[in-house]
């Protein structure tokens, strides 16, 4: 298996200043927000590569840096061994962008309210000039709406069926590659569960690789293939999804293992994690988890640990064995 | 038990009346807690969960009203409350915490001056004692450095640190009963753990009643001690937490546990409910559940909807699962 999408070294940094005037006026320094640091991994095709963590770790950021939505300040992104960022040829350019697709997490504001269903799907197209006759017809099929919905308004459906439109858009320019950012998080447990059968039967129908991108473990593990864990905008931990539920090894991952609500824990006592996530515009030195960590050692605050890799774990910390 | 109980929900009906007939978000609801009891009330959205606790707060909007029923406070019945008498018991009597830390906090004002400004309506002290007993209730949420954070706003706090902020401030005149309406829903998971953890706490030492609200069946099974399943205004099961979460009967919330993956699965699929709630402008003659449920029989279909107490008192449902039925059903 070859990898589809490369992430190397890739960073991104975003300018949340004041305005210069204000800046003068109160001597304020720039501030600088570090959202996504120094982030290598690969995505084989045909697999489902699953980044999890909190608010603010990046994942997002991550998902629109892949799409093209934001331009990364350092570092590569390669989808079929195209670099969107630096590659000049717009045929090239052109033939990626339609293999890679995109679903958001809240499907009330990623429909426009004022065109048809039947012009939602069809767009990804239609913008590069494709034949979209019946299109949309056959997509909302297969994703389990019927065909006369094609003529219907978005407020017409409720949140788990414009999920699903969603779903037959980013399908129709017949990607490779769909990035999901949090799809789910939006909708009820019962039609969560009909929206994660349905990418999972869809990925096995069109050999469709996945990004996912989600806060909830218990998503991430029914999905993924290989998980990376986020933690301020580092990749902390990797591994093939049995081998980190089964034995994770950083610090971090476990604390978020540990903390997550289980069904079968009734009146659990848990000892609940210490502190929270800091703030990313001054991280703190070295490794981004020492204050919290209960394993930290002095070096931990010096220096920054590098990805290692343990069996089939890549892990970023200096105690991890 | 309502002679324990703190509060006491009886028969309620909220209704509202629209230009196409009246509504019933919330259809002959009853249930009570006692003092130092979580009940977890889940349910999807527009399940009339987030409904049921705006009545028995008395924050129901307009049009939205209370037609039949009661909400008993220790006895008291506080439904019929208007105006002063019933402003007199929010906040004294009866706490609320909000989804939304950041809106439930007045942004212009001090967290200190917003606690002190509730004790001093509530309670009968000074302006010092309130101020310390300010102090005391921000230490006991979890606070660091209280004395000298109670002079900062809203917004010089992280998301949790604000909902131990709102905590504290439905606790601080110590109440008899918490409504929390999907405390931890905007919160990290790691927070969120800290957030249950200290719930659990004050609930035990206080003896608190607490109704907790949220569709996250995981928060339910580690805080709650008895949970109520809702579904479209009505009960569908009422019961201690580890009997309903365990060994449903009511076929819908056996299909809710089925439909949340869980890691002893693995990668199977996951067992889904076909359709969706029904809207309350559509709700079908029958068991509101029927037309989504495999257990389903003509009496369901045609026969007003089964209520809790005309059942077995646990699932308001004509045909429940038996205890030892679930795994058949799964398998």
Same mark, same amino acid.
Request: one cysteine or more; glycine letters at 8%; proline letters at 7%.
């Given at each position: ?32 927000? @570090? ?11 045909? *697999?489902v ?5 909190e ?17 990364? @300040? ?10 969107? !960022?630096?590659? @000049?040829?717009?045929? &090239? ?8 697709q995109m679903?958001?997490?809240?499907p009330?504001a990623?429909?426009?309210? &004022? ?16 034949? +979209? ?16 919905? !094609? ?5 017409e ?11 037959a ?15 789910? *998080? ?22 469709? +690789?996945y990004?996912f991108? *989600?806060?909830?473990? +218990? ?18 931990e990797? !591994? ?12 971090? +991952? &476990? ?48 220096? &920054? ?10 892990v ?6 | ?31 009570? /807690?006692?003092?130092? #009891? ?14 049921t ?24 019945p ?40 509730? $004790? ?10 309130a ?5 005391? =209730? ?11 954070? $109670? ?15 709102? $905590? ?10 918490? $409504? ?5 829903? =905007? ?8 957030? /249950? ?16 609200? %949220?569709?996250?069946?995981?928060? /339910?099974?580690?805080?709650a001690?008895?949970v =109520? ?11 201690p937490?580890? #009997? ?12 809710l546990?089925?439909? %949340? ?11 889904? /409910? ?16 029927a ?6 029989q =003509? ?21 429940p699962?038996? %205890?030892?039925?679930?795994? #058949?059903?799964?398998?």
């Amino acid at each position: 298996m070859s990898a589809i999408i490369k992430v190397e070294n890739l960073t991104r940094i975003f300018d949340v200043s004041k305005p210069w005037l204000n800046r003068v006026i109160e001597r304020q320094p720039r501030a600088l927000l @570090t959202a996504v640091s120094e982030v290598s991994f690969e995505v084989p095709e045909n *697999s489902v590569y699953a980044l999890v963590g909190e608010s603010g770790s990046g994942k997002s950021t991550i998902g629109k840096i892949i799409v093209g939505l934001v331009p990364p @300040t350092k570092g590569r992104v390669e989808i079929e061994g195209v670099d969107l !960022a630096s590659e @000049t040829d717009k045929a &090239r350019i052109d033939a990626v962008r339609a293999d890679i697709q995109m679903i958001f997490q809240d499907p009330y504001a990623s429909l426009n309210p &004022r065109w048809r269903v039947r012009d939602i799907i069809a767009e990804p197209v239609a913008a590069r000039g494709g034949k +979209t006759e019946g299109l949309a017809e056959r997509l909302l099929e297969q994703v389990g709406l019927s065909a006369q919905d !094609a003529g219907k308004y978005p407020h017409e459906f409720s949140g788990g069926q414009r999920q699903r439109i969603c779903i037959a858009r980013a399908l129709s320019s017949e990607p490779k590659i769909i990035v999901c950012d949090e799809p789910t *998080s939006a909708l009820d447990v019962s039609v969560q569960s009909q929206v994660l059968n349905l990418m999972s039967d869809l990925r096995e129908e069109f050999g469709l +690789t996945y990004l996912f991108i *989600s806060h909830d473990l +218990t998503v991430v593990h029914h999905m993924a293939d290989v998980i990376g864990v986020l933690y301020l905008g580092r990749l902390v931990e990797e !591994a093939p999804r049995d081998v980190l539920f089964s034995n994770p090894k950083h610090p971090y +991952t &476990r604390m978020l293992f540990d903390a997550a609500p289980r069904m079968d824990a009734y009146g659990r006592e848990v000892d609940p994690p210490k502190g929270e996530i800091p703030d990313a515009i001054n991280p703190p030195s070295g490794c981004a988890f020492h204050p919290r960590c209960p394993l930290a050692v002095a070096r931990c605050s010096s220096e &920054r640990p590098d990805m290692r890799r343990i069996g089939e774990t890549r892990v970023a910390c200096h105690l991890a064995q | 038990m309502s002679n324990t109980s703190v509060l006491s929900v009886r028969d309620l009906v909220v209704e509202i009346p629209t230009r196409h007939g009246i509504l019933r978000p919330v259809d002959h609801v009853s249930y009570d /807690i006692a003092a130092g #009891e979580i009940l977890g009330v889940v349910g999807e959205s527009g399940a009339g969960k987030s409904m049921t606790g705006n009545a028995v707060i008395g924050l129901l909007d307009p049009p939205a009203r209370i037609t039949s029923g009661q909400v008993l406070l220790s006895g008291q019945p506080v439904h019929s409350l208007k105006g002063e008498a019933l402003r007199r018991l929010r906040g004294k009597r009866m706490g609320m915490i909000f989804q939304d830390p950041l809106t439930s906090l007045n942004p212009l004002l001090t967290i200190g001056d917003q606690l002190t400004e509730t $004790i001093l309506e509530h309670l009968d002290v000074s302006q010092s004692e309130a101020r310390r007993r300010a102090i005391a =209730a921000l230490d006991e949420v979890g606070i660091p450095a209280a004395r000298q954070r $109670i002079g900062s706003y809203p917004h010089e706090f992280s998301g949790g640190m604000r909902q131990r902020v709102v $905590i504290a401030l439905a606790l601080c005149a110590e109440p008899d009963l918490v $409504i929390a309406d999907e405390p931890t829903t =905007a919160l990290d998971v790691s927070v969120q753990a800290q957030i /249950i953890v200290l719930l659990k706490r004050l609930c035990r030492e206080r003896g608190v009643a607490v109704m907790l609200v %949220t569709h996250d069946m995981g928060v /339910i099974a580690e805080a709650a001690d008895r949970v =109520a399943v809702m579904y479209a205004g009505r009960l569908a099961e009422l019961g201690p937490v580890r #009997e309903v979460l365990g060994r449903a009967r009511h076929p819908y919330t056996a299909g809710l546990m089925a439909s %949340t993956p869980l890691a002893s699965q693995g990668r199977a699929r996951l067992r889904q /409910i076909p359709g969706a709630m029904p809207r309350l402008d559509a709700l079908p003659p029958g068991c509101a559940f029927a037309p989504r449920c495999e257990r389903a029989q =003509a009496r369901c279909r045609e026969e007003p909807g089964p209520m809790l107490d005309t059942c077995d008192g646990r699932a308001a449902c004509w045909f429940p699962l038996e %205890t030892g039925e679930k795994e #058949e059903a799964e398998a």
